[in-house]
């Protein structure tokens, strides 16, 4: 398991990017990074629904998850997700 400090570093990174770049990491296939980036929020939030939600997510990326990222990030930058 990595370290924390990994798991932030992956985090912050994910979150600083360029919108541009965020878009692109949405789209079909790519949209596991977003789905590895919420498995990674929810356990550094210690939340078991968070996380539970998060594994749950992988399935709902290749249908319509990766809409909803689309949209969210074009809107407020930030993925569907919790805050």
């Known amino acids: 398991m990595p370290s924390e400090g990994v798991q932030m570093d992956?985090?912050?990174?994910m979150e600083k990017n360029p919108k541009w770049l965020k878009l692109v990491l949405c789209l079909w296939i790519l949209d596991i990074t977003w789905a590895i980036?919420?498995?990674?929020?929810?356990?550094?939030?210690g939340s078991?629904?968070?996380l539970i939600l998060a594994i749950l997510w992988?399935?709902?990326?290749?249908t319509v998850g990766w809409i909803l990222d689309v949209i969210c990030i074009i809107i407020n930058d930030y993925p569907f997700w919790f805050r």
């Not at 980036?37 to 939030?45: D, E, P």
């Not at 992988?58 to 290749?62: K, Q, R």
């Open 48 to 50: 078991i629904i968070q």
């Open 10 to 13: 992956y985090c912050k990174w």
């Open 37 to 45: 980036w919420r498995i990674v929020k929810a356990v550094k939030n």
């Open 58 to 62: 992988i399935v709902a990326a290749g």
